[in-house]
Protein backbone atom coordinates (compact mmCIF):
# COMPACT_ATOMS: atom_id res chain seq x y z
CA UNK A 1 0.00 0.00 0.00
CA UNK A 2 2.83 2.03 1.19
CA UNK A 3 4.64 1.60 -2.43
CA UNK A 4 1.57 2.42 -4.54
CA UNK A 5 1.17 5.32 -2.63
CA UNK A 6 4.54 6.33 -2.97
CA UNK A 7 4.28 5.71 -6.76
CA UNK A 8 1.54 7.77 -7.01
CA UNK A 9 2.85 10.51 -5.56
CA UNK A 10 6.09 10.38 -7.69
CA UNK A 11 3.95 10.20 -11.04
CA UNK A 12 1.47 13.05 -9.33
CA UNK A 13 5.07 15.09 -9.28
CA UNK A 14 6.37 14.33 -12.64
CA UNK A 15 3.15 15.01 -14.03
CA UNK A 16 3.00 18.18 -12.28
CA UNK A 17 6.44 19.27 -13.26
CA UNK A 18 5.57 18.94 -17.22
CA UNK A 19 2.63 21.02 -16.70
CA UNK A 20 4.81 23.50 -15.24
CA UNK A 21 7.26 23.34 -18.22
CA UNK A 22 4.07 23.59 -20.51
CA UNK A 23 2.84 26.35 -18.90
CA UNK A 24 5.86 28.82 -20.11
CA UNK A 25 7.46 29.56 -23.71
CA UNK A 26 10.43 28.88 -23.53
CA UNK A 27 12.86 30.77 -26.38
CA UNK A 28 16.86 30.82 -27.16
CA UNK A 29 18.09 34.24 -28.67
CA UNK A 30 21.51 33.70 -31.04
CA UNK A 31 23.25 36.70 -31.47
CA UNK A 32 26.51 38.44 -30.79
CA UNK A 33 26.94 40.26 -27.17
CA UNK A 34 30.44 40.71 -27.00
CA UNK A 35 33.28 42.31 -28.82
CA UNK A 36 32.67 45.76 -31.37
CA UNK A 37 29.41 44.15 -32.96
CA UNK A 38 27.75 43.58 -29.56
CA UNK A 39 26.63 47.03 -30.43
CA UNK A 40 24.11 45.10 -33.16
CA UNK A 41 22.88 41.71 -30.78
CA UNK A 42 22.30 44.69 -28.16
CA UNK A 43 19.83 46.55 -30.22
CA UNK A 44 18.20 43.01 -31.58
CA UNK A 45 17.77 42.02 -27.91
CA UNK A 46 16.47 45.95 -26.95
CA UNK A 47 13.89 45.08 -29.76
CA UNK A 48 12.88 41.73 -28.84
CA UNK A 49 12.24 42.46 -25.33
CA UNK A 50 10.29 45.68 -26.23
CA UNK A 51 8.32 43.17 -28.00
CA UNK A 52 7.56 40.97 -24.99
CA UNK A 53 6.70 44.16 -23.23
CA UNK A 54 3.80 45.25 -26.05
CA UNK A 55 2.49 41.29 -25.59
CA UNK A 56 2.41 41.86 -21.90
CA UNK A 57 5.17 39.13 -21.43
CA UNK A 58 3.17 36.44 -22.53
CA UNK A 59 1.94 34.46 -25.29
CA UNK A 60 -1.60 32.77 -24.97
CA UNK A 61 -1.39 33.84 -21.76
CA UNK A 62 1.70 32.02 -20.84
CA UNK A 63 4.80 33.43 -19.34
CA UNK A 64 7.71 33.77 -22.01
CA UNK A 65 11.10 32.80 -20.94
CA UNK A 66 14.20 33.97 -23.41
CA UNK A 67 17.55 32.71 -22.94
CA UNK A 68 20.22 34.99 -24.53
CA UNK A 69 23.21 33.34 -26.03
CA UNK A 70 26.53 35.04 -27.37
CA UNK A 71 27.65 33.30 -30.57
CA UNK A 72 30.42 35.80 -30.68
CA UNK A 73 30.74 36.25 -33.86
CA UNK A 74 31.94 32.25 -34.32
CA UNK A 75 30.70 30.10 -36.61
CA UNK A 76 31.71 27.10 -33.56
CA UNK A 77 30.38 28.64 -31.16
CA UNK A 78 27.15 29.85 -32.58
CA UNK A 79 26.91 26.28 -33.13
CA UNK A 80 27.77 24.68 -29.77
CA UNK A 81 25.54 27.43 -28.05
CA UNK A 82 22.16 26.43 -30.61
CA UNK A 83 23.12 22.41 -29.45
CA UNK A 84 22.93 23.73 -26.01
CA UNK A 85 19.19 25.49 -26.71
CA UNK A 86 17.77 22.56 -28.06
CA UNK A 87 19.42 19.73 -26.07
CA UNK A 88 19.65 21.05 -22.98
CA UNK A 89 17.69 24.22 -22.38
CA UNK A 90 14.80 22.17 -24.79
CA UNK A 91 13.47 25.72 -25.98
CA UNK A 92 10.66 25.81 -28.11
CA UNK A 93 11.88 28.17 -30.76
CA UNK A 94 15.33 29.95 -31.68
CA UNK A 95 15.62 32.99 -33.13
CA UNK A 96 18.52 35.65 -33.60
CA UNK A 97 21.66 35.01 -35.59
CA UNK A 98 23.24 37.86 -37.36
CA UNK A 99 25.82 36.60 -39.37
CA UNK A 100 25.03 33.69 -42.38
CA UNK A 101 28.40 31.60 -41.71
CA UNK A 102 26.96 30.93 -38.11
CA UNK A 103 23.33 30.93 -39.07
CA UNK A 104 24.53 28.19 -41.83
CA UNK A 105 26.23 26.18 -38.80
CA UNK A 106 23.63 26.27 -36.57
CA UNK A 107 21.16 25.13 -38.92
CA UNK A 108 21.36 21.67 -38.89
CA UNK A 109 20.85 21.29 -34.80
CA UNK A 110 17.41 23.06 -34.96
CA UNK A 111 16.13 21.69 -38.27
CA UNK A 112 17.04 17.72 -36.95
CA UNK A 113 15.00 18.68 -34.05
CA UNK A 114 11.95 20.13 -35.29
CA UNK A 115 12.91 23.27 -33.14
CA UNK A 116 11.35 25.85 -35.37
CA UNK A 117 14.25 28.67 -36.05
CA UNK A 118 13.82 32.32 -36.87
CA UNK A 119 16.30 34.50 -38.50
CA UNK A 120 15.95 37.57 -37.70
CA UNK A 121 18.97 39.00 -39.70
CA UNK A 122 20.89 36.24 -41.80
CA UNK A 123 19.85 35.24 -44.71
CA UNK A 124 22.46 33.32 -47.28
CA UNK A 125 21.17 31.89 -50.33
CA UNK A 126 21.08 28.37 -49.11
CA UNK A 127 18.61 28.86 -46.68
CA UNK A 128 16.54 30.33 -49.51
CA UNK A 129 17.25 27.81 -52.29
CA UNK A 130 18.45 24.05 -51.11
CA UNK A 131 18.91 24.54 -47.70
CA UNK A 132 15.21 25.66 -47.28
CA UNK A 133 13.07 23.90 -44.44
CA UNK A 134 9.33 23.71 -42.81
CA UNK A 135 10.98 24.30 -39.63
CA UNK A 136 12.81 27.46 -40.16
CA UNK A 137 11.51 31.06 -41.13
CA UNK A 138 12.90 34.76 -42.06
CA UNK A 139 11.88 37.96 -41.05
CA UNK A 140 14.56 39.94 -42.72
CA UNK A 141 15.50 38.77 -46.49
CA UNK A 142 17.64 36.70 -48.10
CA UNK A 143 21.09 38.31 -48.49
CA UNK A 144 20.91 39.08 -52.46
CA UNK A 145 17.30 41.02 -52.35
CA UNK A 146 18.70 44.22 -50.47
CA UNK A 147 22.02 45.01 -52.98
CA UNK A 148 19.91 43.65 -55.71
CA UNK A 149 17.44 46.89 -54.85
CA UNK A 150 20.38 49.15 -55.11
CA UNK A 151 21.47 48.00 -58.27
CA UNK A 152 17.96 48.59 -60.19
CA UNK A 153 18.43 51.83 -58.15
CA UNK A 154 21.95 52.55 -60.01
CA UNK A 155 20.08 51.80 -63.00
CA UNK A 156 17.36 54.57 -62.55
CA UNK A 157 20.11 57.05 -61.70
CA UNK A 158 22.12 55.97 -65.42
CA UNK A 159 25.28 54.38 -63.40
CA UNK A 160 27.41 52.69 -65.96
CA UNK A 161 30.28 51.20 -64.35
CA UNK A 162 30.52 50.35 -60.97
CA UNK A 163 33.30 48.66 -58.43
CA UNK A 164 32.44 45.93 -55.69
CA UNK A 165 34.00 46.01 -52.84
CA UNK A 166 32.96 43.40 -49.30
CA UNK A 167 33.62 41.12 -46.96
CA UNK A 168 35.26 37.13 -47.86
CA UNK A 169 32.24 35.23 -46.11
CA UNK A 170 28.93 33.82 -47.12
CA UNK A 171 26.69 37.30 -47.05
CA UNK A 172 29.92 39.17 -48.69
CA UNK A 173 29.55 37.47 -51.50
CA UNK A 174 25.78 37.11 -51.60
CA UNK A 175 25.92 41.03 -50.96
CA UNK A 176 27.90 41.57 -54.16
CA UNK A 177 25.95 38.64 -56.62
CA UNK A 178 22.94 40.68 -55.46
CA UNK A 179 24.01 43.62 -57.27
CA UNK A 180 25.34 41.92 -60.12
CA UNK A 181 22.10 40.27 -60.71
CA UNK A 182 20.11 43.63 -61.16
CA UNK A 183 22.99 46.03 -62.43
CA UNK A 184 23.36 47.08 -65.74
CA UNK A 185 26.19 48.71 -66.23
CA UNK A 186 29.55 47.34 -66.42
CA UNK A 187 31.61 45.68 -63.09
CA UNK A 188 35.21 46.91 -63.34
CA UNK A 189 36.54 45.21 -60.03
CA UNK A 190 35.46 43.03 -57.28
CA UNK A 191 37.19 42.91 -54.26
CA UNK A 192 36.89 40.25 -51.23
CA UNK A 193 38.65 41.52 -47.96
CA UNK A 194 39.66 39.52 -44.95
CA UNK A 195 36.61 39.22 -42.37
CA UNK A 196 35.63 40.21 -39.99
CA UNK A 197 39.14 41.39 -38.90
CA UNK A 198 40.38 43.57 -41.73
CA UNK A 199 39.52 47.20 -40.94
CA UNK A 200 41.83 48.86 -43.17
CA UNK A 201 40.76 49.63 -46.66
CA UNK A 202 43.22 51.90 -48.15
CA UNK A 203 44.44 49.08 -50.78
CA UNK A 204 40.94 47.98 -52.31
CA UNK A 205 40.01 52.39 -52.31
CA UNK A 206 42.89 52.95 -54.49
CA UNK A 207 42.42 50.09 -56.77
CA UNK A 208 38.90 51.11 -57.16
CA UNK A 209 39.77 54.56 -57.78
CA UNK A 210 42.93 53.37 -60.55
CA UNK A 211 39.93 51.09 -61.98
CA UNK A 212 38.17 54.10 -64.11
CA UNK A 213 34.58 52.87 -62.29
CA UNK A 214 32.46 55.60 -62.19
CA UNK A 215 30.66 54.47 -58.97
CA UNK A 216 32.19 51.98 -55.99
CA UNK A 217 29.20 49.68 -54.62
CA UNK A 218 30.53 48.30 -50.29
CA UNK A 219 28.73 45.95 -48.49
CA UNK A 220 30.39 46.63 -44.11
CA UNK A 221 27.86 46.33 -41.41
CA UNK A 222 29.12 47.35 -37.70
CA UNK A 223 32.69 48.65 -37.31
CA UNK A 224 33.92 47.97 -40.84
CA UNK A 225 30.99 50.10 -42.27
CA UNK A 226 32.29 53.17 -40.24
CA UNK A 227 36.16 52.74 -41.03
CA UNK A 228 34.99 52.24 -44.77
CA UNK A 229 33.24 55.32 -44.80
CA UNK A 230 35.88 57.34 -42.76
CA UNK A 231 38.62 56.22 -44.70
CA UNK A 232 36.94 57.02 -47.97
CA UNK A 233 36.03 60.59 -47.10
CA UNK A 234 39.91 61.12 -45.99
CA UNK A 235 41.06 59.59 -49.01
CA UNK A 236 38.92 62.59 -51.14
CA UNK A 237 37.37 59.61 -53.08
CA UNK A 238 34.03 60.87 -51.71
CA UNK A 239 34.19 64.28 -54.24
CA UNK A 240 35.12 61.90 -57.21
CA UNK A 241 33.49 58.55 -57.12
CA UNK A 242 30.15 58.22 -55.72
CA UNK A 243 29.15 55.42 -53.51
CA UNK A 244 26.31 52.97 -52.96
CA UNK A 245 25.59 50.82 -50.07
CA UNK A 246 23.69 48.12 -48.38
CA UNK A 247 23.70 47.59 -44.87
CA UNK A 248 26.60 50.06 -44.33
CA UNK A 249 24.83 53.07 -42.98
CA UNK A 250 22.36 52.18 -39.94
CA UNK A 251 20.91 54.01 -36.88
CA UNK A 252 23.66 52.60 -34.84
CA UNK A 253 26.55 53.61 -37.00
CA UNK A 254 25.69 57.25 -37.44
CA UNK A 255 26.92 58.55 -34.82
CA UNK A 256 29.99 57.84 -35.37
CA UNK A 257 29.39 57.94 -39.27
CA UNK A 258 29.07 61.63 -38.94
CA UNK A 259 28.77 63.70 -41.75
CA UNK A 260 30.67 61.32 -43.72
CA UNK A 261 27.18 59.58 -44.43
CA UNK A 262 25.57 62.20 -45.70
CA UNK A 263 25.03 61.64 -49.43
CA UNK A 264 25.64 57.94 -49.28
CA UNK A 265 21.88 56.37 -50.61
CA UNK A 266 21.80 52.96 -49.28
CA UNK A 267 18.34 49.78 -49.87
CA UNK A 268 16.57 48.59 -46.84
CA UNK A 269 13.12 46.88 -46.12
CA UNK A 270 12.35 48.97 -43.08
CA UNK A 271 13.29 52.57 -42.27
CA UNK A 272 12.47 54.08 -38.81
CA UNK A 273 9.92 56.79 -40.62
CA UNK A 274 7.87 53.62 -42.50
CA UNK A 275 4.08 55.71 -41.81
CA UNK A 276 1.92 52.51 -39.96
CA UNK A 277 0.95 52.98 -36.78
CA UNK A 278 2.86 50.02 -34.99
CA UNK A 279 6.38 51.35 -36.91
CA UNK A 280 5.14 54.51 -35.04
CA UNK A 281 4.20 52.96 -31.59
CA UNK A 282 7.82 51.04 -31.50
CA UNK A 283 10.17 53.77 -32.62
CA UNK A 284 8.81 55.85 -29.97
CA UNK A 285 8.54 53.24 -27.25
CA UNK A 286 11.83 52.29 -28.01
CA UNK A 287 13.14 55.97 -27.24
CA UNK A 288 11.87 55.80 -24.19
CA UNK A 289 12.81 52.08 -22.73
CA UNK A 290 16.49 53.31 -23.91
CA UNK A 291 16.94 56.78 -24.04
CA UNK A 292 19.73 58.02 -26.11
CA UNK A 293 19.25 55.19 -28.55
CA UNK A 294 17.09 54.84 -31.44
CA UNK A 295 16.20 51.74 -33.40
CA UNK A 296 17.21 49.96 -36.31
CA UNK A 297 16.74 47.48 -39.11
CA UNK A 298 18.27 44.75 -37.06
CA UNK A 299 15.96 45.59 -33.66
CA UNK A 300 12.74 45.63 -35.97
CA UNK A 301 13.33 42.42 -37.63
CA UNK A 302 14.01 40.89 -34.36
CA UNK A 303 10.57 42.62 -33.17
CA UNK A 304 9.09 40.69 -35.93
CA UNK A 305 10.19 37.76 -34.82
CA UNK A 306 8.25 37.43 -31.57
CA UNK A 307 5.42 38.64 -33.34
CA UNK A 308 5.79 35.72 -35.80
CA UNK A 309 5.81 33.38 -33.22
CA UNK A 310 3.33 34.84 -30.76
CA UNK A 311 1.03 34.16 -33.47
CA UNK A 312 1.50 30.87 -34.00
CA UNK A 313 1.44 30.26 -30.22
CA UNK A 314 -1.85 31.86 -30.35
CA UNK A 315 -3.41 30.24 -33.32
CA UNK A 316 -2.69 26.53 -31.31
CA UNK A 317 -3.93 27.78 -28.30
CA UNK A 318 -0.60 27.04 -27.05
CA UNK A 319 -0.34 23.47 -27.53
CA UNK A 320 3.15 23.90 -29.07
CA UNK A 321 3.20 20.32 -30.06
CA UNK A 322 0.75 20.82 -32.71
CA UNK A 323 3.73 22.19 -35.15
CA UNK A 324 1.54 21.81 -38.22
CA UNK A 325 -0.55 24.33 -37.59
CA UNK A 326 2.11 26.62 -35.82
CA UNK A 327 4.24 26.12 -39.02
CA UNK A 328 1.04 26.82 -41.17
CA UNK A 329 0.14 29.70 -39.26
CA UNK A 330 3.07 31.44 -39.70
CA UNK A 331 3.20 30.89 -43.66
CA UNK A 332 0.57 33.50 -43.22
CA UNK A 333 2.78 36.68 -42.03
CA UNK A 334 -0.63 37.19 -40.01
CA UNK A 335 0.80 39.70 -37.69
CA UNK A 336 0.98 43.54 -37.56
CA UNK A 337 4.81 44.10 -39.23
CA UNK A 338 6.48 46.80 -38.39
CA UNK A 339 7.45 47.13 -42.50
CA UNK A 340 3.36 46.76 -43.33
CA UNK A 341 1.61 43.69 -44.61
CA UNK A 342 4.41 41.37 -46.04
CA UNK A 343 3.91 37.59 -47.42
CA UNK A 344 6.34 34.77 -47.17
CA UNK A 345 7.37 32.62 -50.46
CA UNK A 346 7.21 29.14 -50.64
CA UNK A 347 10.55 29.00 -48.99
CA UNK A 348 9.81 31.18 -46.01
CA UNK A 349 11.66 34.63 -46.99
CA UNK A 350 9.84 37.50 -46.98
CA UNK A 351 8.38 39.22 -50.24
CA UNK A 352 7.94 42.44 -49.42
CA UNK A 353 9.05 46.33 -50.65
CA UNK A 354 12.52 47.88 -50.73
CA UNK A 355 13.18 50.93 -49.97
CA UNK A 356 15.77 53.99 -50.80
CA UNK A 357 16.87 55.34 -47.54
CA UNK A 358 19.27 58.90 -47.00
CA UNK A 359 21.16 60.33 -44.16
CA UNK A 360 18.98 63.65 -42.91
CA UNK A 361 19.07 65.97 -40.05
CA UNK A 362 16.21 65.47 -37.89
CA UNK A 363 14.85 68.53 -36.26
CA UNK A 364 16.89 68.26 -33.23
CA UNK A 365 19.88 68.39 -35.34
CA UNK A 366 20.96 64.66 -34.74
CA UNK A 367 21.39 63.00 -38.07
CA UNK A 368 18.31 60.26 -38.78
CA UNK A 369 17.80 58.04 -42.19
CA UNK A 370 14.49 59.09 -44.07
CA UNK A 371 12.64 56.74 -46.83
CA UNK A 372 13.18 58.41 -49.92
CA UNK A 373 11.39 55.90 -51.73
CA UNK A 374 10.26 52.66 -52.83
CA UNK A 375 12.64 50.97 -55.48
CA UNK A 376 11.05 48.10 -55.20
CA UNK A 377 7.56 46.14 -54.83
CA UNK A 378 6.58 42.71 -53.67
CA UNK A 379 10.06 41.65 -54.36
CA UNK A 380 10.52 37.61 -54.32
CA UNK A 381 14.28 36.42 -53.52
CA UNK A 382 15.88 34.63 -56.23
CA UNK A 383 16.24 31.56 -54.66
CA UNK A 384 13.10 30.49 -54.02
CA UNK A 385 12.48 28.14 -57.32
CA UNK A 386 15.67 25.93 -55.89
CA UNK A 387 13.56 25.25 -52.39
CA UNK A 388 11.87 21.36 -52.30
CA UNK A 389 9.03 23.18 -50.56
CA UNK A 390 6.00 23.94 -52.86
Request: aromatic content about 10%; overall charge neutral.
Amino acid sequence: MKKAFWLAGAVAVALAQLATAADSIKIGFVSTFSGPTAVIGNDMRNSFELALDHLGRKMDGKPVEVIYEDDQQKPDIGKQKTEKLVQSDKVDFIVGYIWSNVLLASLKTAVDSKTFLISANAGPSQLAGELCSPYVFSTSWQNDQTPAAMGLYMNQKGVKSVFLIGPNYAAGKDMLAGVKSTFKGKVVGEEYTVWPSQLDFSAELTKARNSGAESIFVFYPGAAGVQFLNQYAQAGIKQQIPLYTAFTVDELSLPLQKDNAIGIPGAQEWVNDLPNEQNKAFVADYRKKYPGLRPTYYGAQAYDAAQLINSAVVAVKGDLAKKDAMKAEMEKADFKSLRGPFKYGNNHIPIQNFYLQDVVKDADGQLSLKTVATIVKDNQDQFHDKCPMK
